[in-house]
């Protein structure tokens, strides 16, 4: 009888330890969760590119009457930008004051037909303005556009967990959306030309190609070094 009751208060204790054990490793289980969501590896996951069509406008003052020399060179890279991304209309807009702005939007439209663009193309607008209001240019286009910089929330420099910050890699990729010549290519890879096959074939041949200018160039050495 003295037994059993010594044996009782131990296998409570043991019940006790056990209940404590599991319930510290649910604790621990909870600390050491892994996180299995997928995680942006780099700039380009942080901030994808994407082909959007929109606007693309300019500019041009009329405040000196005519065009000058360097409102011609900024207009026509204008256009063969806009011939460039596939001809689209291409739209003149003046300010109702006319004037100098309508000089000026007439010599614009006469620039856009010399360097290429059907007169079919070229189409005139009015905006409310003075007489001496710019005129502004416009087409619509397709170009690569990324989400915006400057991305700076609560914990944008908390990398307690090792994740990279919201900014890493933004401006790379704003750089390369501007150098993108076809954002279509974006959404379908341009076609890749079949390469020649006939180049390959003969640099493959000239490079395998036995060479005799080594040996007999060793044998006139050999020769040389022995003669008196």
């Known amino acids: 009888m003295v037994k059993s009751n010594m044996a009782f208060p131990l296998f409570a204790k043991l019940g006790l330890f056990l209940l404590a054990?599991?319930?510290l490793s649910g604790c621990v289980t909870d600390e050491l969760g892994f996180n299995d969501r997928p995680q942006p590896y780099g700039g380009s996951d942080m901030h994808p590119l994407a082909a959007v069509k929109g606007p693309v406008t300019m500019e041009v003052s009329s405040a000196q009457g005519t065009l000058q020399p360097?409102?011609?060179?900024a207009v026509n890279g204008f256009v063969r930008q806009a011939m460039q991304a596939g001809v689209t209309p291409i739209t003149i807009v003046r300010p109702t004051g006319a004037g100098?702005?309508?000089r000026v939007a007439?010599?614009?439209a006469s620039l856009m037909v010399q360097q290429g663009?059907?007169?079919a193309y070229v189409r005139f607008a009015t905006y409310p303005g003075g007489a001496n209001a710019p005129v502004r240019l416009s087409y619509v286009a397709s170009y690569a556009k990324s989400r915006g910089c400057g991305q700076w929330p609560q914990d944008a420099t908390d990398t307690n967990e090792n994740l990279l910050t919201a900014n890493h890699?933004?401006?790379v990729q704003a750089n390369i959306a501007a150098e993108i010549a076809n954002p279509?290519?974006?959404?379908?890879?341009?076609?890749v030309t079949p390469i020649p096959a006939e180049p390959r074939v003969g640099a493959i041949t000239t490079a395998f190609r036995p060479s005799t200018t080594t040996g007999?160039?060793?044998?006139t050495s050999s020769s040389s070094a022995g003669g008196p």
């Open 169 to 171: 890699g933004c401006a």
């Open 100 to 102: 100098s702005s309508a």
């Open 117 to 119: 663009v059907p007169r």
């Open 106 to 108: 007439s010599e614009v």
């Open 70 to 73: 360097p409102q011609i060179s």
């Open 21 to 23: 054990a599991s319930a």
């Open 184 to 191: 279509e290519t974006l959404v379908v890879p341009a076609t």
């Open 216 to 219: 007999s160039t060793s044998s």
